[in-house]
């Protein structure tokens, strides 16, 4: 399903779907990776904490695109080390809704990232948290399973495919 959306871009797939659904601009890319797509693995973790993005890398299969709400904590809940496991286990991007680290890292090893910015300080791995469940992230909702479409303009999520598919077909 996901090959049908073609080379669109995050902005061509926003104009189907009526200017609705694209990440704040604050969500932006940590380096200038390439186009993704993929459905979307959530997790949501408690401000200052990465337990849940640990344990979403454990269950991600290949093609997710993982999608992190970190409350708004300034302690980086992603960088080299779960970008290693995120690759090893196919995952296609990462989106949080807070700061990661280790951009240098991130951009050698092709992962793309996108984030409200950098900041070096880490985090504790205590909990709770959630993952699988509907989060906000950069002012929308994300559902497990959403298709997830981002590039160098943003971050953009879709749950009703077979619509936004069709207008695409008219834009073409």
């Given at each position: 399903?996901?090959?049908?959306?073609?080379?669109?871009?995050?902005?061509?797939?926003?104009?189907?779907?009526?200017?609705?659904?694209?990440?704040?601009?604050?969500?932006?890319?940590?380096?200038?990776?390439?186009?993704?797509?993929?459905?979307?693995?959530?997790?949501?973790?408690?401000?200052?904490?990465?337990?849940?993005?640990?344990?979403?890398?454990?269950?991600?299969?290949?093609?997710?695109?993982?999608?992190?709400?970190?409350q708004g904590?300034?302690?980086?809940?992603?960088?080299?080390?779960?970008?290693?496991?995120?690759?090893?286990?196919?995952?296609?991007?990462?989106?949080?809704?807070?700061?990661?680290?280790?951009?240098?890292?991130?951009?050698?090893?092709?992962?793309?990232?996108?984030?409200?910015?950098?900041?070096?300080?880490?985090?504790?791995?205590?909990?709770?948290?959630?993952?699988?469940?509907?989060?906000?992230?950069?002012?929308?909702?994300?559902?497990?399973?959403?298709?997830?479409?981002?590039?160098?303009?943003?971050?953009?999520?879709?749950?009703?495919?077979?619509?936004t598919l069709?207008?695409?077909?008219?834009?073409?």
């Amino acid at each position: 399903m996901l090959a049908a959306f073609g080379e669109a871009s995050a902005a061509q797939v926003g104009d189907c779907m009526s200017r609705l659904g694209a990440m704040d601009a604050g969500i932006r890319p940590v380096w200038p990776g390439p186009r993704v797509i993929g459905a979307a693995l959530t997790a949501w973790c408690h401000a200052g904490d990465n337990l849940m993005v640990h344990k979403a890398l454990s269950l991600a299969v290949p093609g997710d695109v993982l999608v992190v709400n970190t409350q708004g904590s300034g302690n980086s809940g992603f960088g080299e080390l779960l970008a290693t496991s995120a690759v090893k286990a196919g995952v296609r991007a990462v989106v949080v809704d807070g700061t990661v680290r280790d951009a240098e890292a991130l951009a050698a090893m092709g992962l793309p990232v996108y984030a409200r910015g950098l900041c070096p300080n880490g985090c504790n791995k205590d909990g709770p948290g959630e993952v699988g469940t509907i989060i906000a992230c950069g002012g929308v909702a994300v559902r497990p399973g959403d298709v997830v479409i981002a590039d160098r303009d943003g971050v953009l999520v879709r749950p009703e495919i077979d619509e936004t598919l069709r207008k695409l077909k008219v834009i073409e």
